[in-house]
């Protein structure tokens, strides 16, 4: 007789990369519900200006803590094992505190030229610039080496213990600069927290024990990733980033708080959803998928993101001046008209998310360079020209939401080119091995 084999139902791929997506983004939901909560205490608790401060600050720490690891921490997707992991990793912190040390020395001698109002800030700065390197690497280590729920719970821990830091550093009256302090010490619960979870004692002293000739190798061999990927990290960050500081110089630090609030609520899905959705782009990646599973797995996400993030941005955007006032106060009503306009430019950023680090796994820096390049001349271009002719300021950030638009779809179908054209990322040079 001839043995019939029993063969169960084959799980669907869509629907295990939904439960993949949905367990990374649930406890990021929580967090991002959290801040949304908190907003409308915060407002009363802080004036526009405060926020103005906050958002100049953010923006800023943001820009330079992605480049506060010179990018070495990208370079974690793509180890061979445990022993070069060591490795990148202690080149990943001797390049936190040059960085730091060197932003610290250049804020003191620029302290002179800043606002009197903004000076402090410049030896606060440096502190969230190497909180947000120091971060980005526990980040990376998680999703290399597998650690999805860690991940996952740090994208609930920064963003509530900051907006609860906030909110009570508010109500004891500490003044607006709470709001900068309450950032960093959530950074330092982030960093704690990951490195607890993720980090054995045996990853403790190898890191430690990791030989500088070898560190000096790999900055050598990983080249690329601060060769290119600074550059195109500070375009990416700054077509972010970068409009709050120059809203702010252009047309006042009041202006430059309801920005902050407005880009809160609208890019907040896109940073703590969309960011786990590309992460399980990654892992996917990192188990060694072929190029056709690869599309398809990014077919997928964009579908989902589609339906999550993108529709519901511009939903928001549609209703945002209707309940703006009775939300906030009367006094915000500028954030409503503003997420008008950051909606569209929102649901481009969120399709794109997912597949950002496209790039990395192809080593294609020089790809993303470029793209970043033509995004950056699409958002500053008629941010500056139209503040240059006088324009209204709903006006100018209307302009600039359209051309950000326009680019983050360029990054989009720039990465669905590369997984049409490449092939597997092994294929492409990258390595991706399980650990040993």
């Given at each position: 007789m001839v043995?019939?084999?029993?063969?169960?139902?084959t799980?669907?791929p869509?629907?295990?990369l939904?439960?993949?997506?949905?367990?990374?983004?649930?406890?990021?939901?929580?967090?991002?519900?959290?801040?949304?909560?908190?907003?409308p205490?915060?407002?009363?608790?802080?004036?526009p200006e405060?926020?103005?401060?906050?958002?100049?600050y953010?923006s800023?720490?943001n820009?330079l803590?992605?480049?506060?690891?010179?990018?070495?921490?990208?370079?974690?997707?793509?180890?061979?094992?445990?022993?070069q992991?060591?490795?990148?990793l202690?080149?990943?912190l001797?390049?936190v505190?040059?960085?730091?040390?060197?932003?610290l020395?250049?804020?003191?001698?620029l302290s002179?030229?800043?606002?009197?109002?903004l000076r402090h800030?410049v030896?606060?700065?440096?502190?969230?610039m190497?909180?947000?390197?120091?971060?980005?690497a526990?980040?990376?280590?998680?999703l290399r080496?597998?650690?999805?729920?860690?991940f996952?719970?740090g994208?609930l821990v920064?963003?509530?213990?900051?907006?609860l830091l906030?909110?009570?550093?508010?109500?004891?009256?500490?003044g607006?600069?709470?709001?900068?302090?309450?950032h960093i010490?959530?950074?330092?619960?982030?960093?704690?927290?990951l490195?607890?979870?993720?980090l054995?004692w045996?990853?403790v002293?190898?890191?430690a024990?990791a030989?500088?000739?070898?560190?000096?190798?790999?900055a050598?061999?990983?080249?690329?990733?601060?060769?290119?990927?600074?550059?195109s990290?500070l375009?990416?960050?700054?077509?972010i980033?970068l409009?709050?500081?120059?809203i702010?110089?252009?047309?006042?630090?009041?202006?430059?708080?309801?920005?902050?609030?407005?880009a809160?609520?609208?890019?907040?899905?896109?940073?703590?959803i969309?960011m786990p959705?590309?992460?399980?782009?990654?892992?996917?990646a990192?188990k060694?998928?072929?190029?056709?599973?690869?599309?398809g797995t990014?077919?997928?996400?964009l579908?989902?993101?589609?339906?999550?993030?993108?529709?519901?941005i511009?939903?928001?955007?549609?209703?945002?001046p209707?309940?703006v006032?009775?939300?906030?106060?009367?006094?915000?009503m500028?954030?409503g008209?503003i997420?008008t306009a950051?909606a569209?430019m929102?649901?481009?950023q969120?399709?794109s998310?997912?597949?950002?680090?496209?790039?990395?796994l192809?080593?294609?820096?020089?790809?993303?360079?470029l793209?970043d390049?033509?995004?950056?001349l699409l958002?500053?271009?008629?941010?500056l020209?139209g503040a240059h002719?006088g324009?209204?300021?709903l006006?100018?950030?209307y302009l600039?939401?359209a051309?950000g638009?326009?680019?983050?779809?360029?990054?989009?179908?720039?990465a669905?080119?590369?997984?049409?054209?490449e092939?597997?990322?092994?294929?492409?040079?990258?390595?991706?091995?399980?650990?040993l």
């Open positions: 043995a019939k084999t029993i063969t169960g139902p799980r669907s869509i629907g295990s939904i439960r993949a997506a949905a367990g990374v983004s649930a406890l990021a939901i929580i967090g991002q519900l959290t801040i949304v909560a908190a907003i205490v915060l407002t009363r608790l802080y004036s405060d926020f103005g401060i906050f958002t100049i953010l800023i720490v820009i803590g992605a480049i506060a690891a010179l990018r070495f921490g990208s370079s974690l997707y793509v180890v061979e094992n445990n022993i992991a060591h490795v990148t202690k080149l990943i001797l390049a505190c040059a960085t730091g040390v060197f932003m020395a250049a804020g003191y001698l002179g030229a800043a606002p009197e109002r800030l030896y606060l700065i440096p502190i969230g190497a909180g947000a390197g120091l971060a980005e526990m980040n990376s280590w998680s080496f597998g650690h999805m729920r860690d996952a719970m994208r920064l963003p509530a213990s900051m907006a906030q909110v009570g550093f508010g109500l004891a009256h500490l607006g600069d709470a709001m900068v302090q309450a010490l959530s950074q330092a619960g982030l960093i704690a927290f490195g607890a979870r993720v054995s045996e990853d002293r190898g890191i024990q030989p500088w000739r070898a560190v000096v190798a790999t050598r061999r990983e080249y690329k990733f601060p060769l290119f990927d600074i550059p990290a375009v990416g960050f700054a077509i980033n409009p709050a500081i120059l702010g110089s252009l047309f006042g630090t009041t202006l430059a708080g309801h920005f902050g609030v407005a809160r609520l609208v890019t907040g899905p896109i940073t703590l969309a959705l590309s992460s399980v782009f990654v892992a996917a990192s060694g998928s072929n190029d056709r599973h690869l599309l990014a077919r997928g996400l579908l989902l993101t589609a339906g999550l993030i993108a529709v519901p511009l939903g928001l955007g549609f209703v945002a209707y309940v006032v009775p939300l906030l106060g009367q006094s915000w500028p954030a008209q997420m950051l569209f929102g649901a481009a969120a399709l998310t997912p597949l950002q680090e496209v790039t990395t192809f080593r294609r820096q020089e790809v993303r360079f793209v390049a033509a995004r950056a958002v500053f271009a008629p941010l020209v002719l324009c209204d300021p006006q100018v950030i600039m939401a051309g638009a326009v680019g983050f779809a360029l990054a989009t179908a720039a669905l080119f590369l997984l049409n054209s092939g597997g990322p092994g294929d492409a040079g990258a390595t991706i091995k399980q650990p």
